[in-house]
């Protein structure tokens, strides 16, 4: 079959799930792994013929894709920031909107000059360990921590460290009743934030393959993780430390609300590449 024929492959075998555009997309993240090609190879190959175990192979991906899996479980990795994660669906798949996140806590991290020491990170809900490692990646001389829930996160994300040669402290806990006598110059948190309302309009491939424990909150509580981390944070940041979250675009009022009440001050809200309230930078007031 040629290239171009196995593109439309995928086009057809996707087409009640994604639009052509996300299916060509899908299709070249899955020639990439496989066979290697970027998308210029395949604007320069697309007569080539693919046969035998690579054609199999690709054609097992477009089958598993059409139940609504997404690609980078199926392929049991992604990249983020640059660098190789292994995903499952014990963890959330890293969002090109968390690499904004991370941005914005190392354009801020020369904090180390500013303390005279180095930066001690803390990343709570930690997932596939994706802002940790990028983030010690990039910093190197901070000590880093990365908190989760789950077991198998936790599992999941020591082989993300130990495959990006990431040296990071893992904590098995629950924020919400998590407690410690270190102090961390920057608490950084991507916490669940979906309320029931939402989940009904989002893709059925993220509501059947992502871990729901890292997703949804109640419409009761849906700043429950933000509260629970504000309050960590209130203990546990340092004087001139940085509280970072990625948040809720329809709860932003609300969660600024929220840290002004507890005494945060400088709160700075940043909107993501889409144009959406994704961001929160904010410190404590000093006593």
């Given at each position: 079959?040629?290239?171009?024929?196995?593109?439309?492959?995928?086009?057809?075998?996707?087409?009640?799930?994604?639009?052509?555009?996300?299916?060509?997309?899908?299709?070249?993240?899955?020639?990439?792994?496989?066979?290697?090609?970027?998308?210029?190879?395949?604007?320069?190959?697309?007569?080539?013929?693919?046969?035998?175990?690579?054609?199999?192979?690709?054609?097992?991906?477009?089958?598993?894709?059409?139940?609504?899996?997404?690609?980078?479980?199926?392929?049991?990795?992604?990249v983020f920031y640059g660098l190789p994660f292994k995903v499952s669906p014990a963890v959330l798949i890293p969002r090109p909107e968390t690499e904004e996140l991370v941005d914005w806590a190392i354009e801020c991290s020369e904090l180390a000059d500013l303390t005279g020491s180095n930066v001690r990170i803390i990343d709570?809900?930690?997932?596939?360990?994706?802002?940790?490692?990028?983030?010690?990646?990039?910093?190197?001389?901070?000590?880093?921590?990365?908190?989760?829930?789950?077991?198998?996160?936790?599992?999941?994300?020591?082989?993300?460290?130990?495959?990006?040669?990431?040296?990071?402290?893992?904590?098995?806990?629950?924020?919400?009743?998590?407690?410690?006598?270190?102090?961390?110059?920057?608490?950084?948190?991507?916490?669940?934030?979906?309320?029931?309302?939402?989940?009904?309009?989002?893709?059925?491939?993220?509501?059947?393959?992502?871990?729901?424990?890292?997703?949804?909150?109640?419409?009761?509580?849906?700043?429950?993780?933000?509260?629970?981390?504000?309050?960590?944070?209130?203990?546990?940041?340092?004087?001139?430390?940085?509280?970072?979250?990625?948040?809720?675009?329809?709860?932003?009022?609300?969660?600024?609300?929220?840290?002004?009440?507890?005494?945060?001050?400088?709160?700075?809200?940043?909107?993501?590449?889409?144009?959406?309230?994704?961001?929160?930078?904010?410190?404590?007031?000093?006593?």
């Open positions: 079959m040629k290239l171009k024929d196995l593109a439309e492959h995928f086009n057809t075998t996707l087409d009640n799930i994604y639009d052509a555009e996300e299916a060509h997309a899908i299709f070249l993240v899955a020639i990439n792994t496989v066979l290697n090609y970027s998308r210029a190879d395949y604007l320069l190959k697309k007569d080539e013929v693919v046969n035998g175990s690579d054609l199999v192979k690709l054609k097992d991906i477009a089958a598993e894709l059409k139940s609504g899996k997404p690609i980078q479980y199926i392929l049991g990795e992604t709570i809900g930690t997932g596939s360990g994706c802002i940790a490692v990028s983030l010690k990646k990039n910093l190197p001389g901070a000590e880093v921590f990365a908190l989760d829930v789950s077991e198998d996160a936790i599992e999941i994300a020591s082989a993300n460290a130990a495959l990006n040669q990431a040296d990071i402290n893992f904590i098995k806990a629950d924020i919400r009743q998590f407690n410690t006598k270190q102090k961390f110059d920057v608490i950084i948190s991507n916490p669940p934030y979906i309320t029931p309302v939402e989940k009904e309009q989002m893709h059925e491939n993220v509501l059947v393959h992502e871990p729901h424990l890292a997703l949804f909150v109640t419409n009761e509580k849906p700043l429950e993780f933000y509260e629970a981390i504000a309050d960590f944070a209130w203990v546990s940041l340092s004087d001139m430390g940085l509280l970072f979250f990625e948040i809720n675009e329809y709860l932003a009022k609300e969660t600024v609300e929220m840290l002004e009440a507890k005494s945060f001050i400088h709160i700075e809200l940043r909107k993501d590449m889409q144009g959406k309230d994704r961001m929160i930078k904010c410190q404590l007031a000093q006593v």
